[in-house]
């Protein structure tokens, strides 16, 4: 095996690593804004918008089923009700995804021999290593859920997830979006039933 194959080798095993690592330990940057004049203890209801952010064409997408159930189950352990009829809070969904670039620098072996072969390697951070540039593609999904008082038709509270999607979570979606939407309502200025602010 060629130096320069090695040395690929090793820059695909590290990167995918790293990525590996920081895609388990981080999950998706979570975001939220509300408007802190509102005492969220006082809604009792909620429903959903007609059509969601995440309805295509006329008919409630898959996407669509999956979020209403994971929120409905956050709203309602925060002591909030499902009312068709009679809701005080309004929600709304909207999903997008984006392909996006990632550049890493990640260690690898030192071809160079040096200055006429003396010491070869042995200036860099790392002796012996070098660094290669490793640019990868990735798909970035962003979640957004808006929470509006319909008696003040303005919005009081918006939860915003952005990660890396991977093709487990597409092809798992709905445990998937169940840890999302959690994630983001921890942010709810309502704590669920036994869990502390």
């Known amino acids: 095996m060629n130096i320069r194959a090695l040395r ?5 095993v590290l990167v995918s690593t790293v990525l590996g690592l920081s895609g388990c330990a981080s999950g998706p940057k979570v975001r939220a804004n509300f408007d802190k004049s509102v005492d ?6 909620f429903g959903f918008a007609s059509p969601l952010g995440t309805d295509r064409a006329g008919y409630k997408t898959i996407v669509s089923q999956h979020l209403s159930s994971a ?30 670039l990632r550049t890493d620098t ?8 040096g ?7 042995s200036y860099s951070a790392w002796p012996m290593y070098d660094s290669d540039t490793v640019v990868s593609s990735y798909t970035e999904g962003t979640l957004n859920i808006d929470v509006v ?4 038709k303005q919005m009081i509270w918006e939860g915003v997830a952005v990660g890396s999607v991977s093709e487990k979570n597409a092809d798992d979606l709905q445990p998937a979006i169940q840890r999302v939407v959690a994630k983001v309502f921890e942010k709810y200025p309502v704590p669920a039933a036994g869990e502390k602010k």
């Open 8 to 12: 690929a080798m090793i820059s695909i």
């Open 40 to 45: 969220f203890s006082q809604y009792k209801t």
């Open 71 to 100: 929120v409905r189950a956050e709203l309602e352990a925060r002591g909030v009700k499902y009312s068709e009829a009679a809701p005080q809070l309004l929600v709304n969904f909207n999903a997008k995804l984006s392909e996006k």
């Open 106 to 113: 990640v260690p690898a072996p030192a071809t160079s021999m």
């Open 115 to 121: 200055y006429y072969g003396y010491r070869g390697g």
């Open 149 to 152: 008082d319909i008696s003040k």
